[in-house]
């Protein structure tokens, strides 16, 4: 598809948008398989039932305006995907597992973020003002996704991982104490 105006550049985004939530759908059952904290778990299912609804309002936008939803693939989202399995076959240990899931959940859901958030401006842009409130309601999602994996590993799962890893605590302790989730784990695996 060439992209000759800015509709033809919204329209490309969502169909990135779309072939990214399709491949998250896709991982997210794998990621729940391998969690062994249930709030991750629940979490993970949650946030894929989350998908499936973005999906359809998606596919009911690209539908409107007469565009192949299947027309671009994601690759930006299949190179976090698979640097999530890279990870997930990495880590030893529950605990640990679930601390580099959450991050890798987290990257994602970053990605997803910034995707929502360019795509609902863009709409605004076009003034199609259905397809921005649409587009707005899955980016809240998004951010409330992020904000129960944030919560979950601060208060539990990042806690467990380092409990079970006493050489982990002597770094941790060095950390600030407002470090954010997906960063904690990383800064005191980098300071061995």
Do not use: W
């Not at 990135?16 to 399709?22: H, K, P, R, T, V």
């Not at 990621?31 to 904290?37: D, G, K």
């Not at 199609?128 to 129960?148: F, G, P, T």
């Amino acid at each position: 598809m060439q992209i000759i105006n800015f509709k033809d550049m919204y329209l490309a985004e969502l169909q990135e948008l779309i072939s990214m939530e399709g491949q998250l759908a896709d991982e997210l059952p794998r990621m729940t398989a391998v969690a062994s904290h249930p709030s991750l778990k629940n979490i993970l299912m949650r946030h894929r039932e989350e998908t499936q609804v973005q999906r359809q309002r998606l596919e009911s936008i690209l539908q409107k305006h007469g565009a192949n939803p299947r027309a671009h693939t994601d690759q930006a989202m299949q190179a976090l995907v698979n640097e999530t399995e890279m990870m997930l076959g990495m880590l030893k240990g529950d605990d640990l597992r679930d601390a580099g899931l959450i991050a890798s959940a987290q990257k994602l859901e970053h990605y997803e973020i910034a995707a929502y958030g360019t795509v609902a401006a863009l709409a605004g842009q076009l003034d199609l003002r259905d397809d921005q409130q649409m587009l707005h309601e899955s980016l809240e999602e998004e951010k409330q996704a992020d904000v129960r994996l944030t919560k979950l590993a601060k208060r539990e799962v990042n806690p467990d991982a380092l409990a079970a890893y006493p050489l982990l605590r002597r770094a941790d302790e060095r950390l600030p104490e407002r470090a954010s989730s997906c960063c904690a784990l990383s800064a005191a695996l980098h300071a061995q």
